[in-house]
């Protein structure tokens, strides 16, 4: 019999703390499978954020460091300087890089430092309880929006893979998604093309990728997911925004 | 010792860490420690180093403390209301023991304050300017001279005990010039990256590192809190240090340091030799704060009297340390970023 697919190595078998429906346990195996794939692990240091995925240390069988919140990519910055060989990736939620970390992850792409930052985008802060976030969707309720996100008193969504691809040090901006298998494997694409171009020293790479709250959405998985599918994208459409094709 | 140079204070601290194997320094420009940073910029490319100019000193913090965390000799410096913005990451390097070492130039405060010299950060750098219960070693040099003498201990000790250490100038020590021996150059691949270091897994053992301050069992992160506890008292019990200068039982001990410690010093000199008892205790480590020896030499004071550059914070610590409610406790201070002159304190000493 030969084997068609087994669980990564680099995930650890452990019960992870993600609520049913949530896609970071997807976007967690893919990077595993990727980094098992490419022969990474060994060579791979994560920057977990503060927000859902404060836990991700856990899960990934590979150095990692718990970043204060939204300095991910300051801490990747430090780390890469200080070892260029290993391969540093940040794995943040939309409060952590779009809010409070905004100016860290923007500067990533300026400098064009050469580490690589996933954005999970679920449109609210989910460990916190479900508050508006920077990508909240105009007109969603959230528990510090409760009549609705309200472009003239809130603002407008953040459409930060648009936003990163604009910088000069950007060697890769992309939007993906995890709602069907068709995007499951688009994203994993991605991210074995990320991980490429870092390691190639290209610059500063940036994939975000859209996924669920089921919890603070107040929808089942299934529904979610179909949100995701259909609304979310409205608001983030997906594609690659920036893409170097040739590295120096 | 090599080389004798006349050289601005601030310009000597990156010199020193250049000398002591800081290849990577991360920083944010502010009056009086930005030539620390264009020192920098430029020093270090000619050794094989990076300078990183950061979008905001809690960046540049972070950034340090990511390659600290790597195992890394990094620095960032900058004054005051800079290293306010800086006390979230101390914390987690305090929490997470990441070993940094972090100049703060104070300036006059509160708020934007002014450029002036000061030492009115003495709590934010003593007492754990962050949130939560954790210490950092403090050292406060009083010539450009031992500000390069204290560089290498100051990465040693951080590395030894995994904690961020702080050097505590002021605008004075960081503006003036004055002629520095300086030491040899420690070659930076010699430099072991310790094994608890965030590094890939291949470089120690396939086992993988995880660098947190985050446990939410209370009972475990409570350990984790007597752990820290544990270290901090080793460093009280090893690390302290102090200068004096004066007569052996002082009828007034006089106490202060860095800037302050050296303009006393004129003043104590003339009193001396008129003949007082008289004696000036220099607390090198404001924290550790040298209690024990402070407490002997003013076992038979009469007048203790603490010289700050602020509106009386170390007062504090002598006055816990000395623990005697019969003592005439003075304070003498300038807050603001007014530098004490030697007649003011001669003056104030003999007019009592």
Redesign the interface.
């Known amino acids: 019999m030969k084997v068609v697919y087994e669980r990564p190595k680099t995930l650890e078998k452990v019960t992870n703390h993600y609520c049913p429906g949530c896609h970071h346990g997807i976007l967690h195996a893919l990077i595993a499978e990727v980094l098992d794939e490419m022969g990474l ?5 994560g ?2 954020p503060v927000g859902c995925a ?2 991700a ?1 856990n899960y990934l ?8 919140h939204g ?1 991910a990519v ?10 260029p ?3 540093v990736f940040t794995y943040q939620g939309d409060g952590d890089a779009a809010a409070i970390g905004l ?2 992850t ?2 990533g792409a300026i ?1 064009g430092v050469n580490v690589t930052t996933f954005l999970y985008n679920n449109a609210i802060y989910g460990m916190t309880g479900g508050q508006m976030a920077p990508t909240t969707l105009l007109g969603m309720k959230t528990t510090t929006s409760p009549y609705g996100r309200d472009a003239k008193r809130e603002g407008y969504p953040l459409k930060m893979a648009e936003t990163i691809a604009l910088q000069g040090g950007t060697a890769f901006s992309a939007r993906t998604a995890l709602f069907n298998p068709k995007m499951i494997m688009e994203t994993k694409k991605r991210i074995r093309q990320v991980f490429e171009l870092q390691m190639k020293g290209a610059g500063f790479t940036f994939l975000e990728v859209v996924g669920t709250c089921p919890t603070n959405w107040g929808m089942s998985p299934v529904d979610a997911t179909k949100f995701a599918e259909t609304e979310m994208v409205k608001t983030f459409p997906l594609g690659v925004y920036k893409e170097l094709k040739e590295v120096e | 010792m090599s080389e004798r140079i006349l050289m601005k204070g601030n310009e000597a601290v990156g010199e020193a860490a250049v000398r002591a194997g800081c290849r990577l320094y991360f920083g944010y420009p502010i009056t009086p420690a930005s030539e620390i940073a264009e020192y920098m910029a430029y020093r270090l490319p000619q050794v094989g180093g990076t300078f990183v100019q950061a979008e905001s000193e809690v960046s540049a913090v972070n950034m340090v403390y990511g390659a600290a965390a790597a195992g890394k000799y990094a620095m960032t410096a900058s004054s005051s209301p800079g290293f306010s913005l800086m006390q979230e990451a101390i914390s987690y390097m305090a929490g997470a023991e990441v070993p940094a070492v972090l100049v703060n130039v104070v300036r006059g405060g509160p708020g934007l304050g002014d450029i002036q010299p000061a030492q009115s950060d003495y709590f934010q750098m003593t007492k754990g300017g962050g949130h939560g219960d954790y210490r950092l070693l403090v050292f406060a040099p009083y010539t450009i001279q031992e500000v390069v003498n204290l560089m290498p201990t100051a990465y040693e000790l951080a590395f030894k005990y995994r904690n961020p250490v702080v050097l505590a100038l002021d605008g004075l020590i960081g503006q003036m010039m004055e002629a520095v021996e300086f030491t040899d150059f420690r070659n930076p691949d010699e430099i072991p990256i310790p094994e608890w270091a965030v590094s890939g897994k291949f470089r120690h053992g396939g086992k993988k590192n995880i660098n947190t301050s985050l446990d939410l069992i209370p009972e475990k992160l409570e350990a984790h809190n007597w752990k820290l506890q544990k270290k901090y008292s080793e460093i009280e019990e090893k690390e302290t240090r102090f200068s004096y200068f004066g007569v052996d039982n002082p009828e007034t001990l006089v106490v202060a340091y860095g800037t302050v410690a050296r303009v006393a010093m004129s003043a104590l000199k003339k009193l001396l030799n008129a003949g007082r008892s008289i004696g000036i205790l220099r607390p090198i480590t404001l924290w550790p704060f040298p209690k024990q020896a402070l407490a002997e030499k003013a076992r038979h004071a009469k007048r203790i009297v603490v010289l700050e550059m602020s509106s009386g914070q170390m007062i504090e610590d002598v006055k816990l340390s000395v623990f005697d409610p019969n003592k005439q406790y003075e304070f003498y201070g300038h807050p603001g970023g007014v530098t004490f002159t030697p007649t003011e304190i001669e003056e104030y000493l003999v007019r009592g």
């Open positions: 692990a060994e060579k791979a240091v920057v977990a404060v836990l240390y069988d590979i150095d990692w460091i718990e970043a204060p300095r300051a801490i990747a910055t430090g780390i890469k300087l200080a070892h060989d290993v391969l100016a860290e923007m500067y400098r």
